[in-house]
């Protein structure tokens, strides 16, 4: 299905209107950003550790959010607690996958920096993958791929994590709007459009 930009500027925020507690792993992520980006500051070893914490961070917390836009979209009632236990059981495969796709993004940047950026764009999806789709941490990684490039979804989410990425150039508020469309856009896209 085609991915449709209107909508997902939209759609997601009534789903999260009427859903409100889809917030709480958002306001977990902006939390953690916000005490791991202090932490940076220490030193470089500080700096590593912490773009690791919130990379892995990241990953757990949109395959919670993608969990619970996929209750919802089954009609199911919407449990937070539910939800966390599903995402939790996978915490291992979550954390081998933030270490792949790191690994991976890293090795495209040292590349010339567009290489890590494409990378970048066709694994984004992966976590949702592993959880909605319940498949293997390779298995993930193929269904993103295959999922940016199905049909004209390419531009859409180009487009889309340009917006995404422009909005967090805004000084001081910019970072945490794009952390609160990243964490809402991303799961809901994968869960609408990836059937």
Do not use: C, H
């Given at each position: ?20 507690i ?29 773009s690791?914490v ?22 199911e ?6 939800s966390?236990?599903?995402v939790?059981?996978?915490l ?7 270490i ?7 090795l ?6 567009i ?5 970048a ?16 941490v ?7 791929f ?35 469309l ?9 869960v609408?459009?990836?059937?």
């Amino acid at each position: 299905m085609r991915i449709k930009l209107g909508d997902v500027f939209t759609e997601p925020f009534k789903i999260v209107g009427k859903n409100p507690i889809i917030l709480i792993p958002v306001f977990i992520g902006i939390i953690l950003t916000l005490l791991f980006d202090a932490i940076r500051f220490i030193g470089p070893i500080a700096n590593f550790l912490s773009s690791i914490v919130i990379g892995i961070s990241t990953m757990f917390l949109i395959a919670w959010i993608a969990i619970l836009f996929d209750q919802y979209k089954k009609g199911e009632k919407i449990d937070l607690k539910n939800s966390f236990s599903q995402v939790n059981q996978l915490l291992l495969d979550i954390i081998v996958l933030s270490i792949v796709v790191g690994f991976l993004i890293s090795l495209g940047t040292l590349a010339y920096v567009i290489p890590g950026l494409i990378l970048a764009l066709f694994l984004i999806f992966s976590p949702s993958a592993l959880v909605v789709d319940k498949l293997s941490v390779t298995d993930s990684l193929k269904r993103s791929f295959s999922f940016v490039f199905n049909g004209e979804n390419f531009l859409q989410i180009f487009l889309l994590l340009l917006v995404i990425f422009l909005l967090g150039m805004i000084p001081v508020v910019g970072l945490y709007l794009s952390i609160i469309l990243e964490f809402i856009l991303l799961p809901y896209i994968y869960v609408e459009y990836s059937k």
